[in-house]
């Protein structure tokens, strides 16, 4: 059974299993959202170990509610920009001051707030992911520095909340632990721009989005996917020469988070760029399954 991160001591007078039953009980809700909303992050998540998969899942909650802020969920209630706006400086505000109190009433943030404190995570991460998110209701086009930044933002510094996750119990020399930060910067890096290619139709004809600069989505070329797979394969190239100096209890898991977005990638370079803006490139769930298994024996980095 996972086990929920563990809570502070209950307060003087207070019945000593309140907080913690809280705690447990916001964990299974962060835990129910990745298994709703990823199969390809949930199943390498199973390869993590028991001390650290709860507080991915927590963080990866946190995540994926302020992404339905703005990508889904809250446009399609009817909320308008300036409400959905509204509703991700809340949730950004109340972040932070879970992160400094320990509790928060919504459970998504509270279970983040918990894991963040135990594993050294600060608003030196979590305030470039909300500006990132920010951006998303922005809908113009980027320049190459404000698509470096975005890419920081709302996918590196996860890449670095989940190392520190990975850390917190297993200090490493400061080299190692610089060489694992940019392993996992690029490792974000990659997935953000396979999620780009991937859902190129949804962003570009439904919420207006271009986020490679100097390309039109609507006249992608091949040679223009080819140069953006090149590029997400460097990043791919430069994190996997990290994973093996990752700690026991990720090591497997991000091998196969990082064999499962190499697949999707080289589907992408074998779909023709024309059919990028009519169909989601996806990978079938048995080849995912293949691809989780070898790396929970060991056959993938």
Do not use: W
């Not at 996972?2 to 039953?21: I, K, Q, S, V």
């Not at 703005?70 to 400086?89: F, I, Y």
């Not at 989940?162 to 080299?175: G, I, K, N, Q």
């Not at 080819?226 to 020469?241: M, P």
Request: hydrophobic share 45%.
């Amino acid at each position: 059974m996972t086990r929920a991160p563990e809570a502070p001591a209950a307060p003087a007078g207070a019945h000593p299993t309140d907080l913690a039953l809280y705690t447990r009980a916001a964990h299974c809700g962060a835990a129910t959202i990745i298994r709703e909303y990823s199969t390809s992050f949930g199943m390498a998540t199973r390869l993590l170990g028991a001390e650290v998969r709860p507080r991915v899942e927590d963080v990866y909650a946190l995540v994926r509610i302020a992404d339905e802020v703005v990508d889904g969920a809250a446009a399609q209630a009817g909320l308008t920009l300036d409400d959905q706006r509204e509703l991700l400086d809340a949730l950004e505000a109340d972040t932070e001051r879970a992160m400094r109190t320990g509790y928060s009433a919504n459970v998504v943030v509270h279970a983040f707030a918990v894991t963040a404190r135990a594993a050294g995570i600060g608003t030196d991460l979590t305030r470039p992911f909300f500006a990132s998110m920010r951006r998303d209701l922005s809908p113009v086009d980027f320049t190459a520095e404000e698509l470096r930044e975005y890419i920081y933002g709302s996918a590196e510094v996860v890449g670095l909340m989940c190392l520190a996750v990975f850390l917190s119990d297993h200090p490493v020399p400061d080299a190692t632990r610089r060489r694992l930060e940019a392993g996992a910067r690029r490792l974000g890096a990659a997935f953000q721009k396979i999620n780009f290619l991937r859902d190129l139709a949804v962003d570009y004809t439904e919420l207006g989005r271009s986020y490679f600069p100097g390309i039109d989505p609507a006249r992608l070329t091949e040679r223009q996917k080819l140069a953006l797979v090149v590029d997400i394969d460097s990043d791919l190239g430069a994190a996997a020469d990290a994973i093996p100096e990752l700690p026991d209890n990720c090591r497997r898991a991000i091998a196969a988070a990082h064999g499962l977005f190499a697949e999707l990638s080289d589907r992408i370079r074998a779909t023709p760029a024309s059919e990028l803006l009519r169909r989601r490139v996806s990978v079938p769930n048995r080849t995912k399954l293949a691809v989780v298994v070898r790396a929970g024996t060991g056959l993938l980095r």
